[in-house]
């Protein structure tokens, strides 16, 4: 294992549930590997590092490696916020390292902008902001620095998405007409901190994960959103905070076609999946029509254990999802992680990789780069995935106004407005 400062350093901002589940055993793997430096975790405060670092199943598949916690467990109160100690953090990392983003959703603007201005590289999880303008802030400050931004939409890395972009894009499915899409996360988020920021005024169920499907939706047909309406159901979290706890959106693309988004926080804890999950899209060829249909739940597994997993939601009777991340016990005394979430980290990251290895110092030569990687469009860029923030701004102006259809001007200086 090398962690040594000669490889790039990451340090991840935001230490909940993403960050342990996702991005921190893809970071330890690529650690591991020699691909990447030393690991440092900032959090709004001590109490969520304190679990990462104590994490049975991460010390099992990472045996012996660590990351530096910022606010240290060991010398500050676990419920002491430092809001702006990541910036110390990330300041002092060398330049032109990786920085992590995985703050609230209304947070990640703010955290974006510090680092490219720290002249960092990033990747964020979706999305990469909530708004149109902010994007192409960030687009521009980076590409001035010669910086990458990859937005973390891991669906695009499921193979199926792969498949169905390859075999959409050589016209055997036809065009895209009208589909379907649903994200149902279970009931038991309502529990954990989304109560505390996923409210009504921040964000809602479509914004939140139906960004998923409709970047999915983008990545196979290369298609444009052209309007979007949205209905929301308002419930209160455990903690009396409010939030649109189920949404309907209803987009429509440039060539005329419509996708229906159905998001909640509400798949029955009992139920077997993790969520539930999957899209429909029709479309019309020459001469009949085609079809591409994923459920993305149900992969074809099933398991009933002795007994349910202690976590939330772990249940008897299961259907696991082999696909999205797992750690599997390959022979060499850790564990690894496999699957569309893990793949999805670690291509962005080599792609960061590859632009510092391949561009260097050289600014114009880094920039040259970036542009490739926009126009390739596998990774989502803050330069070419802008697409996601006018839907999310059309998304939060149509919900705002009573599910009245708001839609997304392009040209000089796209915009949204009601119809
Ligand atoms: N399917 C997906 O792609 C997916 C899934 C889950 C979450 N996410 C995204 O990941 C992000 C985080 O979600 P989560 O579920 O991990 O949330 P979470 O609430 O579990 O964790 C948020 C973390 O941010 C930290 N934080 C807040 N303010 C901070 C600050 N000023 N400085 C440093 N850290 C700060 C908190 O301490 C906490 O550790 C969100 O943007 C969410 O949309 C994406």
Request: with cysteine; proline share 11%; aromatic share 14%.
């Given at each position: 294992m090398a962690s040594d400062s000669s490889r790039p350093a990451v340090a991840v901002v935001g230490g909940g549930m993403i960050t342990g589940m996702q991005l921190l055993p893809t970071i330890y793997h690529m650690q591991r590997q020699g691909a990447i430096g030393e690991i440092a975790i900032c959090a709004l405060n001590a109490a969520p590092l304190k679990a990462l670092a104590e994490d049975k199943t991460l010390r099992s598949a990472f045996p012996g490696q660590s990351f530096t916690p910022h606010p240290d467990p060991a010398k500050v109160?676990?419920?002491?916020?430092?809001?702006?100690l990541y910036r110390e953090v990330v300041a002092a990392m060398p330049k032109r390292s990786i920085v992590v983003v995985a703050v609230p959703d209304q947070l990640h603007y703010e955290v974006v902008g510090f680092a490219l201005q720290q002249d960092q590289h990033i990747l964020t999880v979706k999305p990469l902001v909530l708004s149109y303008t902010q994007a192409v802030e960030l687009e521009k400050l980076a590409y001035d620095r010669g910086l990458a931004i990859g937005v973390e939409y891991h669906k695009r890395f499921d193979y199926r998405s792969v498949m169905a972009r390859r075999q959409y894009r050589a016209g055997r499915l036809g065009s895209f007409r009208a589909g379907q899409a649903h994200l149902v996360e279970p009931y038991?988020?309502?529990?954990?901190?989304?109560?505390?920021?996923?409210?009504c005024e921040n964000s809602d169920m479509f914004t939140y994960v139906g960004c998923h499907y409709v970047d999915l939706v983008h990545f196979i047909t290369g298609l444009l959103p052209s309007s979007v309406s949205l209905y929301g159901v308002v419930e209160k979290y455990p903690n009396g905070n409010e939030g649109y706890l189920w949404t309907d959106g209803r987009v429509t693309w440039e060539n005329g076609a419509f996708l229906s988004v159905l998001n909640g926080?509400?798949?029955?804890?009992?139920?077997?999946?993790?969520n539930s999950q999957g899209i429909t899209m029709f479309c019309d060829g020459p001469a009949d029509g085609c079809l591409i249909r994923h459920?993305?739940?149900?992969?074809?597994v099933v398991h009933s254990y002795t007994e349910a997993a202690?976590?939330?939601?772990?249940?008897?009777?299961a259907e696991p999802n082999p696909d999205y991340f797992r750690l599997l016990d390959l022979g060499d005394g850790g564990l690894t992680p496999v699957g569309y979430g893990h793949r999805s980290v670690e291509f962005i990251i080599n792609t960061i990789l590859r632009v510092e290895a391949e561009?260097?110092?050289d600014l114009a030569k880094r920039r040259g780069l970036l542009k490739k990687i926009d126009q390739a469009g596998i990774v989502a860029t803050a330069a070419n995935s802008s697409y996601n923030e006018l839907v999310i701004e059309a998304g939060r102006m149509s919900l705002a106004n009573g599910g009245k259809e708001a839609v997304i001007e392009y040209g000089d200086k796209p915009h949204v407005h009601l119809r």
């Open positions: 109160a676990p419920e002491e916020n430092l809001p702006d038991y988020y309502r529990h954990s901190n989304f109560q505390n920021w996923c409210t926080m509400g798949y029955p804890d009992a139920g077997p999946g993790g459920s993305d739940q149900y992969r074809g202690p976590e939330a939601g772990e249940t008897v009777y561009g260097g110092d």
